[in-house]
């Protein structure tokens, strides 16, 4: 059950797009179509944003989208807004029959 | 409204115990798989364990398999985790959280409460 691997940091301006990764094993991102996204601003409670890897909960903006591809799980938002600054944590099922989280990344926006 | 509402965190001394509550209102509890997750202070979130819908099955992080227990009073729309033989590594917020959808397990949580802590030291 070791965590999902995020990078720690992804910045960008407002307006562009950034991308961010999460790489697992075949045991988890590579073997479901499971991964969801949260993102969590301080001392908040995290939100969902993204599951089944590309779909996006009602509410969440379009410029939320997720993809993988093998064993990495992917989430890019687009038109990066002021609000969009946050910790971003993915999570995918696993073999074990319990979920797993990444490491997290914490998003700056220029 | 759709709610979680945790209860029970506070200081407790190594090896000891501690039993934390949610409660749930807005939705058909019992109908819904529900999970515990956890942060330790300035780190990441940790999985720590979900019981189905009925209560009939659960699932524990390996990191608190024997250690803790997860169970839920559908009668009472409330979700309990008993934490024993403590650790100052469980030190942490505790997230109460609900499936993302009724029926079985969505493996996305869709519903946060806001979280209790629970400082382990001496």
């Known amino acids: 059950q070791s965590a999902l691997t995020q990078p720690a940091s992804v910045s960008g301006s407002p307006g562009q797009s950034i991308t961010i990764s999460c790489t697992g094993t075949s045991s988890d991102v590579g073997g479901y179509n499971y991964v969801s996204w949260y993102q969590q601003h301080p001392g908040k409670a995290p939100k969902l944003m993204i599951y089944?890897?590309?779909i996006r909960p009602s509410g969440v903006p379009d410029r939320f989208s997720g993809s993988k591809s093998g064993n990495t799980a992917s989430l890019t938002i687009s038109g990066l807004q002021a609000e969009d600054e946050a910790d971003y944590y993915c999570?995918?099922?696993?073999?074990?029959?319990?979920?797993?989280f990444g490491t997290g990344t914490k998003v700056t926006v220029l | 409204e759709v709610q979680l509402v945790e209860s029970g965190g506070g200081l407790v001394q190594p090896g000891g115990s501690l039993r934390l509550s949610c409660a749930a209102s807005g939705f058909t509890f019992s109908s819904y798989a529900m999970h515990w997750v956890r942060q330790a202070p300035g780190k990441g979130l940790e999985y720590v364990t979900v019981i189905s819908s009925d209560g009939g099955s659960t699932y524990y992080a390996n990191s608190v398999k024997g250690r803790f227990t997860i169970s839920r009073d559908n009668s009472k729309n409330t979700l309990y985790l008993q934490m024993g033989s403590l650790r100052a590594e469980d030190t942490a917020v505790y997230y109460c959280?609900?499936?993302?959808?009724?029926?079985?397990?969505?493996?996305?949580?869709?519903?946060w409460g806001q979280g209790t802590l629970v400082t382990v030291s001496s």
């Open positions: 089944d890897v590309s």
């Open positions: 999570s995918s099922y696993t073999r074990s029959s319990t979920p797993v």
């Open positions: 959280a609900r499936d993302r959808c009724s029926g079985g397990s969505c493996y996305a949580i869709g519903v």
